[in-house]
């Protein structure tokens, strides 16, 4: 077959028709990948508008907890709870005042109430004389209050014992 300007060799046609079939292809699986390449957020983020400001004082924080230092020979003293006629499963705690009259748990001072209704903790020489404390005695732990000891200042010099009595009050 004689080929001629105006005709087209269909061997040459097949073979560009071909190589275009695979060029068509690999140009899509490029666009794929340039679609699906995960793409680098904005770090930068909007400017947050200001905070508002508390209107309510909060509360003092609590006072540090009052325990002896393990495998040290300390002269301290004590202080005793008598609960006369409390529940069995009764709790105790011992709470101390802040400035604004609120009353805060003392962090180690509370537990189940010993043999005998009572419960005694020690108190550490930088401690004397703080206050005021008072014993708050519950029907149980988290349970409702059955009695609240008056106020008083932890003993004042070493190896003293001040003993509180709490009894219920209707």
Request: hydrophobic share 45%; glycine share 8%.
């Amino acid at each position: 077959m004689k080929t001629t300007a105006n005709s087209l060799n269909p061997q040459l046609f097949l073979a560009f028709w071909g190589a275009g079939k695979a060029l068509l292809l690999l140009g899509g699986i490029v666009a794929f990948l340039l679609l699906a390449a995960p793409v680098q957020a904005d770090t930068r983020l909007p400017p947050r508008p200001p905070l508002p400001q508390p209107t309510v004082t909060p509360p003092a924080p609590p006072a540090p907890a009052l325990l002896v230092t393990p495998g040290e020979p300390a002269p301290g003293a004590h202080i005793w709870l008598i609960a006369v006629d409390a529940p069995g499963g009764a709790w105790a705690r011992v709470e101390w005042q802040a400035t604004d009259d609120t009353w805060h748990e003392v962090a180690g001072w509370q537990g189940d109430l010993l043999p005998g209704r009572s419960q005694r903790w020690w108190v550490a020489p930088q401690h004397f004389g703080a206050g005021p404390f008072r014993w708050v005695v519950t029907q149980e732990k988290d349970g409702p209050v059955w009695s609240v000891s008056q106020p008083f200042l932890l003993p004042g010099e070493a190896d003293s014992l001040l003993v509180v009595e709490s009894s219920w009050r209707p």
